[in-house]
C-alpha cells in the first residue's frame, strides 16, 4: 500500500541555520504531496503542497518539489528561526479520496 | 470565520468503556474525516463521512464507528475501550465530494485510557 518515509528526528538546529527533511514515498502513480507542521498543544497546519511532478510548493520561506523521479518531496529553508520549532509531517493524497497517508513525523528544535 | 472546532480537548476513560467524540466543520465544509495520532507518530485516517454516511474506511476495527448529522457535524464513537486507543484524535473538514480540496484541521481531542 501507499507509504510516506520521513528522515528521523529529532533535529536540532541554530537560528539561521539551512534546514533539510527529507521525504520520500510508495505509491503507484503520482499523488499530490504536502508538508504540515504541528505546534505543541495544536492540530495541523498546511505548511505547502504540489500537485504533479516538478511543482514546487512554498510558503513562510519553506520549499519543496516533486521530483517523481526519486518520488521525493524534501522541506528545505535557508534560514530557520526560533518559532519554526515543531513536528513536520510529510503526507500524500489521491486526488480522487480525500484521506491523507501521513509519514512519521520530524521533530525539529532551533535554538536562539 | 470558525475553523474546525473539536470537543471535548481532553478525555480520560478506563478499560471497557466507550467514549463519544464530537466535531463541528468549517463553515461552509460538508465533508469530514477522523484521524488517530498515537504519540509519536503520524496521524492515521479513521474513516471519512459525507451526506451522513461513511464513505471511506481506513483500517480500524468496527469499535470505531460515526455519524453525521444534517448540519455536517460530525461524532466518534469508540466502543470496549483498550489500552492502545490512548491517542489525539483529529479531525479534518473539507467541502464536496471530489478530492484534491484542502483540508482544515481540528486542534484535536486527547484521548486517556487508563
Same mark, same amino acid.
Given at each position: @500500500? ?21 521525504? $520520500?514515498?510508495?505509491? $503507484?502513480g ?10 505543541? @498543544? ?19 520561506? /519553506?520549499?519543496?518539489?516533486?521530483r517523481?523521479e526519486? $518520488?521525493?518531496?524534501h522541506?528545505?529553508?535557508g534560514?530557520?528561526q ?6 513536520? /509531517? ?11 497517508? /501521513?509519514?512519521? @513525523?520530524?521533530?525539529l528544535?532551533?535554538?536562539? | ?14 478499560r ?6 464530537r466535531c ?8 469530514? *474525516?477522523? &484521524? ?13 463521512? &459525507? ?20 448540519? &455536517? ?15 489525539? &484524535?483529529l479531525?479534518? *473538514?473539507? +467541502? ?14 486527547? +484521548?486517556?485510557?487508563?
Amino acid at each position: @500500500g501507499d507509504s510516506v518515509t520521513q528522515m528521523e528526528g529529532p533535529v536540532t538546529l541554530s537560528e539561521e541555520a539551512f534546514l533539510t527533511i527529507n521525504c $520520500t514515498y510508495t505509491a $503507484t502513480g503520482y499523488p499530490s504531496l504536502f508538508w504540515y507542521v504541528q505546534y505543541p @498543544g495544536e492540530g495541523l497546519q498546511l505548511l505547502l503542497k504540489a500537485t504533479k511532478a516538478d511543482d514546487k510548493g512554498s510558503n513562510k520561506g /519553506f520549499e519543496a518539489t516533486y521530483r517523481k523521479e526519486t $518520488t521525493s518531496f524534501h522541506l528545505e529553508k535557508g534560514s530557520v528561526q526560533v518559532s519554526d520549532s515543531a513536528v513536520y /509531517f510529510c503526507a500524500l493524497r489521491w486526488n480522487y479520496g480525500q484521506n491523507f497517508v /501521513f509519514g512519521p @513525523g520530524t521533530r525539529l528544535s532551533v535554538l536562539p | 470565520d470558525a475553523g474546525v472546532t473539536q470537543s471535548p480537548t481532553h478525555l480520560i476513560k478506563t478499560r471497557g468503556q466507550q467514549v463519544t467524540l464530537r466535531c463541528s466543520p468549517k463553515s461552509g465544509h460538508d465533508t469530514v *474525516s477522523w &484521524y488517530q495520532q498515537a504519540l509519536g507518530q503520524g496521524p492515521q485516517f479513521i474513516f471519512q463521512y &459525507y451526506e451522513e454516511e461513511e464513505r471511506q474506511r481506513g483500517n480500524f476495527p468496527d469499535r470505531f464507528s460515526g455519524h453525521q448529522f444534517p448540519n &455536517y457535524s460530525s461524532e466518534l464513537n469508540v466502543n470496549a475501550l483498550l489500552l492502545g486507543d490512548s491517542a489525539l &484524535y483529529l479531525c479534518a *473538514s473539507s +467541502l464536496g465530494g471530489q478530492g484534491g480540496q484542502p483540508q482544515h484541521f481540528g486542534d484535536g481531542t486527547r +484521548l486517556s485510557i487508563l
